[in-house]
């Protein structure tokens, strides 16, 4: 009880510190109190401020003086600008993103190449050797050793802990409201085919991750692009007219911390769209792949949190925070529950009993927040590692996406780099990103490029990142 006690002041201090940095209470250059006189105001212990102080040190928002004391290093007003609210040319030449996409991914399989590339998290960020203990514990623990079907539905221990952690966002949701599936992409996938036809337009943030395009061109969809803001998201009024002409059959949103622009939005924003699709009688999938991986105090709510008919088909997966290669992932279907549940036994008949057993388990046993405290403040101190890194060594006039959660960064560098070229030139120093054209069905974007920061931040990623602004200073 006492080391909760304690982790819960040392994270409060380095919390309250943290807002006067980035509000510039505190500013560039500023001498922080000493450990003592923090000590003796908050009735803590040295060594719990010190540990305040390591976690606003691992942010890169202070550092450590021999013989004088912390001072801030942190200017939020040396960073660079947000990128612009996209404008997507819907009526732009079509984009050959397979033939991108699929040269990507040829190149990552190198295992000295430093993968700026890939967005899943690196596995030191993963309790590995947790989840090798709970897939232990289901072979032994099921009737069948985990080698008998599931439900349709769902391993039924999951699909609990699944609707009990959605409280954390008020989904107010059942196991009953839940039906597994292989993976975040295969509830969107199993979504798009109960609810859309060949010929049907489905419309999509801009830029958007290049899975749910190839997904929904595999499908036969017209796929229309809305503006989108860095920050808050899908540009709502431009929603409202596509669904106003009657042109749209399916929405689908990554509502938080979208991939790969970074953007969240706000609970009105969600709530005013929900509200919309319900007028207008379009399904809204809910892509919330990220949502637990927050940088704030709290969960950002889902679409899904003011849905009241059932409207909405909320989807996820664990594969972003527990373990990619496990496939788990889920889907609460609302008012598409039969649709849904038909095309997966059609597809899939049922999903894995062992990987749906162990996080089912590693869930019950109140792992799963303890794991996540941890990798939200690494991944937060990672990407306020790169943005100090972007803002020093990347071109004038670079802009950057500003997430408050999630592990990825929309970069949008000067109109002359293509960043195809960067591509080419960042690999041949054994460096890989994804080019701005992987993320949009149209030719644009032709200057931008996503990059992952979920991995361990050190001198060999910070020396690449380094070596990453310099080349695409040379195409400028």
């Not at 040190?57 to 939020?76: D, F, M, N």
């Not at 008020?170 to 975040?184: R, Y």
């Not at 969107?188 to 337009?201: E, F, P, Q, R, Y």
């Not at 990987?355 to 109140?366: C, P, V, Y």
Request: net charge neutral; proline share 4%; hydrophobic share 35%.
């Amino acid at each position: 009880m006492q080391d909760l006690k304690s982790e819960y002041i040392y994270c409060s201090i380095a919390g309250n510190i943290e807002k006067q940095i980035i509000s510039g209470v505190l500013k560039m250059g500023d001498k922080l109190p000493s450990v003592r006189l923090i000590s003796r105001e908050n009735g803590a212990s040295i060594s719990t401020i010190l540990q305040a102080y390591y976690v606003l040190e691992s942010k890169g928002l202070i550092e450590a003086r021999p013989q004088s004391g912390y001072y801030v290093t942190h200017c939020s007003r040396l960073l660079p600008s947000m990128p612009s609210t996209s404008q997507p040319n819907n009526n732009s030449r079509d984009n050959d993103i397979d033939s991108i996409i699929a040269r990507v991914y040829a190149e990552m399989g190198g295992s000295d190449n430093l993968i700026f590339s890939l967005g899943v998290p690196s596995r030191d960020l993963l309790p590995t050797a947790k989840l090798s203990k709970a897939i232990t514990q289901a072979v032994r623990e099921l009737d069948d050793c985990g080698t008998g079907y599931e439900p349709v539905a769902g391993n039924k221990r999951l699909r609990r802990q699944i609707a009990r952690h959605s409280y954390t966002w008020g989904g107010n949701l059942t196991e009953d409201d839940i039906v597994t599936t292989a993976g975040c992409m295969n509830a969107l996938a199993n979504c798009m085919v109960s609810l859309a036809s060949k010929g049907d337009t489905i419309a999509v943030e801009s830029p958007v991750y290049f899975g749910i395009l190839q997904l929904a061109k595999s499908l036969g969809l017209n796929i229309l692009e809305l503006p989108t803001n860095a920050r808050t998201g899908i540009e709502i009024e431009a929603l409202e007219k596509e669904l106003q002409n009657n042109k749209i059959k399916l929405c689908l949103l990554v509502s938080n911390f979208s991939n790969p622009l970074g953007s969240c939005m706000p609970d009105e924003h969600k709530k005013k769209v929900v509200d919309l699709m319900e007028f207008y009688n379009v399904p809204l999938i809910e892509d919330d792949l990220y949502g637990d991986v927050y940088f704030g105090s709290h969960r950002p709510k889902s679409c899904k949190s003011f849905d009241e008919s059932g409207n909405v088909l909320w989807c996820s997966s664990f594969s972003k925070t527990l373990a990619p290669g496990y496939r788990v992932g889920w889907v609460a279907p609302g008012k598409f529950k039969d649709q849904i549940i038909k095309t997966k036994l059609f597809h899939n008949i049922t999903s894995t009993t062992i990987t749906q057993e162990a996080i089912g388990s590693f869930l019950e046993n109140g792992r799963y927040e303890n794991h996540l405290r941890k990798m939200r403040h690494t991944l937060h101190a990672n990407c306020l590692n790169f943005l100090r890194t972007i803002s020093e060594h990347f071109p004038e006039g670079t802009k950057v996406s500003r997430p408050q959660g999630g592990f990825i960064l929309w970069v949008e560098l000067p109109h002359s780099v293509n960043t195809m070229e960067l591509y080419e030139l960042a690999l041949r120093h054994k460096i890989s990103i994804g080019p701005g054209r992987m993320f949009t069905s149209k030719q644009q974007y032709n200057n931008c490029l996503r990059l992952s920061f979920g991995m361990d931040w050190n001198d060999t990623v910070r020396s690449g990142l380094e070596k990453l602004g310099f080349l695409a200073k040379t195409l400028v």
